[in-house]
């Protein structure tokens, strides 16, 4: 059976997309560390990244980068944590969280509780600036 993640990005459970390209697709995490919280993923089903091609976890991070930016830019920061746990859903993905200090990266706080209306303004501002990138 497909992952969670294979099945979000095959548009068979809704998510709020960010960014998306052939072979990648970002979306915010539904229980957010910080409001802007990004899943990065491939695609392609794959559990553990670092079992990913050379081209494709290459592809992965440059993926990753403009997501990155394009957060930063929609969602004020001092930086964007990057992590990479993968212990939740056997789908590689990449956390990017934007930071104001490194206690916003802890996954053990409790997470945000946000409405579909902040998730929708919040997807839709990174979006924005994920296509003037």
């Known amino acids: 059976m497909a992952s969670v993640f294979t099945r979000i990005a095959n548009g068979e459970i809704p998510s709020y997309k960010v960014a998306e390209s052939s072979d990648y697709y970002a979306f915010l995490d539904i229980s957010p560390m910080a ?7 491939p695609k392609h089903e794959v559990d553990y990244i670092f079992d990913l091609d050379s081209a494709e976890y290459a592809g992965l ?3 990753a980068q403009k997501v990155a930016k394009a957060l930063k830019e929609a969602v004020p920061c001092k930086r964007v944590g990057v992590a990479v746990l993968g212990m939740e859903v056997p789908h590689a993905h990449i956390h990017l969280v934007p930071l104001q200090s490194e206690a916003d990266m802890d996954f053990r706080k409790e997470k945000l509780q946000l409405s579909s209306e902040e998730f929708v303004a919040i997807a839709g501002k990174i979006a924005e600036a994920f296509d003037r990138l």
């Open 61 to 63: 991070w440059a993926f």
């Open 35 to 41: 409001a802007g919280h990004t899943l990065v993923i």
